[in-house]
C-alpha cells in the first residue's frame, strides 16, 4: 500500500462546478496535510493545508480532513479553466518529512 | 517577501560528469528540502539540511549529496551522472517553527543528462 494516494485522473468537470479532489494515507500517527497546485512544467505552489478534523476553507477552496477514515479532501468551487492544473496531496509522516502523492490531474472545460 | 531561488533554471550534462544545483531558502527559514521529479513521475524525496546538517535522506544512491551553508542556502551535487538522472530537481524551505512542516518550492533546475 502507498502512502499516500491519489487518483491520477483526469478528473473532468465543466467550468462553474466543483471539483473534488480525495487523497488517502496509510500512517495514522500523521498530523499535517497539505495541498499543493502544480502546473506542468512549474514547481508546485502550496494551496492550503490542514491539520484538525473537520473543514478549513480559503477563498474558492475547502479543505476536509477525517483522520479516522485517514481521508483528506479538496474542493474547489465554482472552477474556473485557470484551475486546470495537477494537484498533488503531501502528508507530514515522520517529522518535517512530506510524503507526495502522486497528484490527481484536473481539467475544467468551457 | 522574495521566495525560494534556484540556480540555473537548465543545466545540460555528459553522462559521467558531476551537476551541481543550488538553492537559497526564503528568509528566515532554515530548512531546505530537495526533490527529484522525473517526466510524468511523482516528487521523489532526496534531501533535508537543517541548521547546517543532513537531517534525512530519501532513497537514493549516495552520489547525491548535498550541504548547507551557515546563511542556510545548499548545494546538491550528483556525482557520475546518468541518463535517469534527467528530471526537475526542486528545492523547498520551511520555517524553523516546525508545527506543520509546510513546505515552499522555489522555480527548480531542469537538468538533462546526455
Known amino acids: 500500500q502507498k502512502e499516500v494516494e491519489q487518483n491520477s485522473g483526469p478528473l473532468s468537470v465543466p467550468e462553474g462546478a466543483i471539483a473534488s479532489l480525495n487523497c488517502t494515507y496509510s500512517?495514522?500517527?500523521?498530523?499535517?496535510f497539505f495541498w499543493y497546485r502544480q502546473y506542468s512544467g512549474k514547481s508546485p505552489e502550496l494551496i492550503m493545508f490542514i491539520y484538525s478534523n473537520g473543514d478549513k476553507e480559503d477563498g474558492r477552496f475547502t479543505a476536509q480532513l477525517n483522520k479516522a477514515s485517514q481521508y483528506v479532501s479538496l474542493l474547489i468551487r465554482d472552477s474556473q479553466p485557470s484551475d486546470s492544473a495537477t494537484y498533488l496531496c503531501a502528508v507530514n509522516i515522520a517529522a518535517s518529512k512530506l510524503t507526495f502523492g502522486t497528484g490527481t490531474r484536473l481539467q475544467v472545460t468551457l | 517577501e522574495a521566495g525560494v531561488t534556484q540556480s540555473p533554471t537548465h543545466l545540460i550534462k555528459t553522462r559521467g560528469q558531476q551537476a551541481t544545483l543550488r538553492c537559497s531558502p526564503i528568509s528566515g527559514h532554515t530548512s531546505v528540502y530537495w526533490y527529484q521529479q522525473a517526466l510524468g513521475l511523482g516528487l521523489q524525496f532526496l534531501l533535508w539540511?537543517?541548521?547546517?546538517?543532513?537531517?534525512n535522506r530519501g532513497n537514493f544512491p549516495p552520489r547525491f549529496s548535498g550541504r548547507q551553508f551557515p546563511n542556510y542556502s545548499s548545494e546538491l551535487n550528483v556525482n557520475a551522472l546518468e541518463l535517469e538522472d534527467s528530471a526537475l530537481y526542486l528545492c523547498?524551505?520551511?520555517?524553523?517553527?516546525?508545527?506543520?512542516?509546510?513546505?515552499?518550492f522555489g522555480p527548480g533546475t531542469r537538468l538533462t543528462v546526455t
Open positions: 523547498a524551505s520551511s520555517p524553523p517553527d516546525r508545527e506543520y512542516y509546510e513546505q515552499y
Open positions: 539540511y537543517d541548521e547546517g546538517e543532513e537531517r
Open positions: 500512517d495514522r500517527g500523521s498530523q499535517s
